[in-house]
C-alpha cells in the first residue's frame, strides 16, 4: 500500500500588541522551507534549523486593502491566507473528490494563530471556510447526470476530556460518550449532530453556530482563546450510477481540527479551575505527542504500541494519525523572543510530526 508522509507547515504571524509593548524581538528566519529559530538567551549559539514542507512568513511585508484583507507587498515573502489555502486546502479538495479521508490539524500555543489560519477573521477567512466554499463551487460544475452528492456537517469540541456537541444545545452532563465501532476498530461519538448541508452559506450558518456554543474561558495569554479543541468533520459522499444502474459510493471524511494552545498551565499564570483545565488540555495534548513519537518510531521500523487509548482526542484523531487518512499540520508560531520556549517546543513536535506515514486508500463501496 503506497504510504504518505504527514505534511507539515509552519507559519509565523505578526507581533502583537503584548509583544509589541514589550519590545518584543523577532526570534524566527524563514528561508524556502526552512525555518530558524534564535535563542535570546544565547543570541551568538547558532541558531536551531528545522525543514518542513512549507515555512510560511507571515510576520511582515503586507498592506490590509480596503476591504480588510491582508496582501503581500510587491516583492515581499508574505503568505497570505489565499497562498495557504492553495498550498494546503487544495490538495484537501482534490483528495476529497478521489475519495480520501483528509485531516487538517492546527498546533501550538494560546495566541500563535492557529484559528486564523484554519477559520480566519473577518474578511481573511481560513483554509477551512475558503475549502467547503470551493467544494460546493467544485460540485457545482459537475454535468454528469449519474452523478449526485451528498455532505453533512459536524462539530464537536473536546474540553477537560469530554465530549460536547456544538450544534446541539443540551449536552448530556459528562459529555458524549465515545465508543468504538466493533468492527472497524474507529472510535466515533455516539449521537453526535451531523446535518447535511446543501450549500456553502449553510456549512457557514452551522460553522457560526458551532462557534458561539464553545466553552470559552479567558487567559492571562488572550483573553478570548479557546480552552479546547475543536474537531469540524465533513463527510463528503459522491453516489455514482453505472449504465446498468447499480450505484457505487465514494466517501471522504474531512477531520479539520483547531487544537488548544499547547502551552503549559503555569505559563498562563493559571490558578484553581483553570488549572485543572489546563492539567487536562496538556494530558490530551501530551498524549497526542506520546502518539506523534510512537508514530515516527514506527516509520522507523521500531516496533511500539500507538497509545491511541490514553484520550479523548488521540481515540478520534486515530484515523488522521496512524490510518486512513492524508494529513496536514500547521504549526502556528510566535514571532517573539518572549515565547521562545514554547515557539521551540512547538517546531519540535512539529519536526516529529513529519516522520509519521499513513496509509490512504479510496473509500470506494457498493450502495446497499
Ligand atoms: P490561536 O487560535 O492560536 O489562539 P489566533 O489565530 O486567534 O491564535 O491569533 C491571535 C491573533 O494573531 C489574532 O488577532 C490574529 O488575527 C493574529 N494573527 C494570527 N496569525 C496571523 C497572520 N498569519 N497574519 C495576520 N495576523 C495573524
Ligand atoms: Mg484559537
Known amino acids: 500500500m503506497p504510504e504518505d508522509s504527514v505534511k507539515v507547515a509552519v507559519r509565523v504571524r505578526p507581533f502583537n500588541q503584548r509583544e509589541k509593548d514589550r519590545n518584543a524581538k523577532l526570534v524566527i528566519k524563514m528561508q524556502g522551507s526552512t525555518t530558524t529559530i534564535t535563542n535570546p538567551e544565547a543570541p551568538s549559539e547558532e541558531p536551531k534549523k528545522f525543514a518542513f514542507d512549507y515555512s510560511y512568513w507571515s510576520h511582515d511585508g503586507f498592506t490590509s486593502q480596503d476591504d480588510g484583507i491582508l496582501v503581500p507587498n510587491a516583492g515581499s515573502p508574505y503568505a497570505s491566507q489565499h497562498k495557504v489555502f492553495q498550498d494546503l486546502g487544495q490538495g484537501v ?22 484559528s486564523y489560519s484554519m477559520v480566519g477573521y473577518g474578511a481573511n477567512k481560513g483554509i477551512v471556510p475558503i475549502t467547503c466554499d470551493e467544494l460546493f463551487k467544485t460540485m457545482g460544475t459537475n454535468q454528469d447526470q449519474n452523478k449526485r452528492f451528498e455532505v453533512t456537517f459536524s462539530m464537536l469540541e473536546i474540553y477537560n476530556e469530554q465530549v460536547r456537541d456544538l450544534l446541539s444545545k443540551d449536552n448530556p452532563k459528562g459529555g458524549l460518550a465515545v465508543r468504538q465501532n466493533p468492527k472497524l476498530g474507529m472510535f466515533y461519538v455516539q449521537n453526535l449532530k451531523k446535518v447535511p448541508v446543501g450549500s456553502y452559506s449553510e456549512i457557514e450558518m452551522r460553522m457560526e453556530q458551532g462557534t458561539s456554543n464553545r466553552t470559552v474561558a479567558s487567559t492571562n495569554m488572550n483573553a478570548t482563546s479557546s480552552r479546547a479543541h475543536t474537531v469540524v468533520t465533513i463527510v463528503f459522499d459522491q453516489i455514482i450510477k453505472d449504465d446498468s444502474g447499480n450505484e457505487t459510493k465514494k466517501s ?64 478520534l484523531l486515530q484515523n488522521a494519525l496512524g490510518g486512513n487518512s492524508k494529513t496536514v499540520m500547521i504549526a502556528a508560531l510566535s514571532p517573539a523572543d518572549i515565547n521562545y520556549v514554547e515557539t521551540l517546543s512547538t517546531l519540535r513536535y512539529a519536526d516529529r510530526a513529519k516522520k509519521i506515514k499513513n496509509q490512504a486508500v479510496i473509500n470506494e463501496n457498493p450502495l446497499d
Open 93 to 114: 479538495l482534490d483528495n476529497a473528490f478521489e475519495g480520501y479521508n483528509c485531516s487538517l490539524f492546527a498546533y501550538g500555543q494560546t495566541g500563535s494563530g492557529k
Open 252 to 315: 471522504s471524511t474531512m477531520n479539520l481540527v483547531d487544537l488548544a494552545g499547547s502551552e503549559r498551565a503555569d505559563s498562563t499564570g493559571a490558578t484553581g479551575d483553570r488549572l485543572k483545565e489546563g492539567a487536562n488540555i496538556n494530558r490530551s495534548l501530551s498524549a497526542l505527542g506520546n502518539v506523534i513519537s510512537a508514530l515516527a518510531d514506527q516509520s522507523e521500523n521500531k516496533k511500539t504500541v500507538v497509545p491511541y487509548r490514553d484520550s479523548v482526542l488521540t481515540k
